[in-house]
């Protein structure tokens, strides 16, 4: 297998023995770091990139990121039918959740994954979580 990795995506050039056509990966998880889409601090978790503030110190999502360049529910005629669904089910647990609890991390941690479908993290994210009542 020969395999070049362009831009996110690992084009592998592969003949089976019934002469199939070259397939196309791409990774999210790389798309979703690449200085050439988010700029040189694609690394840095900075939220604001897609939020506009306002004079009364409310804020507002300014622009979603393309479905081609953060293609996590895919994109195009195959976008995934749940997507709004799952945005909805955020905003409804981060609205409830926010609202009732104070959540502080208990030490800084730097993340690793590991490599598999859903990218879980090699250690544990430890917080402490207060009522807010």
Request: net charge positive.
């Amino acid at each position: 297998i020969n395999a070049e990795y362009m831009g996110g995506c690992l084009f592998q050039r592969q003949r089976g023995s019934f002469g199939q056509p070259p397939f196309v990966l791409y990774s999210t998880w790389v798309m979703a770091r690449l200085p050439a889409i988010w700029g040189a601090d694609a690394a840095t978790f900075r939220p604001e990139r897609w939020l506009e503030m306002s004079d009364d110190g409310s804020c507002k999502l300014s622009s979603r990121p393309s479905a081609f360049q953060y293609p996590t529910f895919n994109a195009g005629p195959r976008l995934c039918l749940g997507m709004d669904m799952a945005f909805l089910e955020i905003k409804l647990v981060l609205a409830v959740a926010l609202k009732q609890f104070c959540f502080e991390l208990k030490q800084p941690v730097e993340a690793h994954y590991v490599m598999s479908l859903t990218m879980p993290m090699t250690e544990p994210l430890k917080a402490t979580v207060h009522r807010r009542f």
